[in-house]
């Protein structure tokens, strides 16, 4: 009886990728494609003075993305930070409007810019602050309070068209 010992081979395991990570994955990937593509397409798009020009024109939409991943990373959603960049400019239009207009909407507080400015950004920092309060001290999920600053100011102001659809 012939009996031959086979070697102890373990077969090749594939390990499985996770969810975050294929999502984080094909974010890049899209990213990456949509960069070749354009610079396949657009004339003179790796040029320095167009990188400056890309950063410049969407700072604020890159720091916003900033810090809202740095929400979902820990677990957050915020749905109130289109609602709150969109208050601070209301805010500081109207710190920084002449008093004494033709009408109610026309007269505002007559601060100094860089007054108005800060004003602003004191009370979205206070909306911050009131969102923090209700997650972190009362428990109530992230996505539920700041569900009041991105739907509810649209009821209170009368704009019911994003509501509809």
């Known amino acids: 009886m012939n009996t031959s010992v086979k070697p102890n081979h373990s077969p090749v395991e594939y390990r499985r990728v996770s969810d975050q990570m294929y999502i984080t994955l094909l974010v890049a990937f899209v990213a990456i494609g949509l960069f070749l593509?354009?610079?396949a397409f657009v004339p003179n798009f790796f040029q320095v003075q167009n990188m400056l020009n890309l950063i410049?024109?969407?700072w604020a939409?890159?720091?916003l993305g900033v810090g809202v991943s740095f929400l979902l990373i820990s677990g957050n959603?915020?749905?109130s930070v289109g609602g709150i960049v969109a208050l601070s400019?209301?805010?500081?239009?109207?710190?920084?409007?002449?008093?004494?207009?033709?009408?109610a909407l026309s007269t505002g507080l007559g601060l100094p810019y860089w007054l108005a400015v800060v004003g602003a950004l004191m009370g979205a920092?206070?909306?911050?602050?009131?969102?923090?309060?209700f997650v972190v001290k009362f428990r109530i999920p992230s996505i539920?309070?700041?569900l009041y600053y991105d739907g509810g100011e649209r009821y209170r102001s009368g704009n019911y068209s994003r509501l509809a659809t």
């Not at 400019?89 to 009408?103: E, M, N, P, T, Y």
């Open 37 to 39: 593509v354009a610079s």
């Open 56 to 58: 410049t024109n969407n």
């Open 61 to 63: 939409v890159i720091s």
């Open 77 to 79: 959603f915020d749905l």
């Open 89 to 103: 400019g209301v805010l500081s239009v109207w710190f920084a409007q002449a008093l004494g207009g033709g009408s």
């Open 125 to 133: 920092l206070a909306i911050g602050g009131l969102n923090a309060l």
């Open 144 to 146: 539920i309070v700041t």
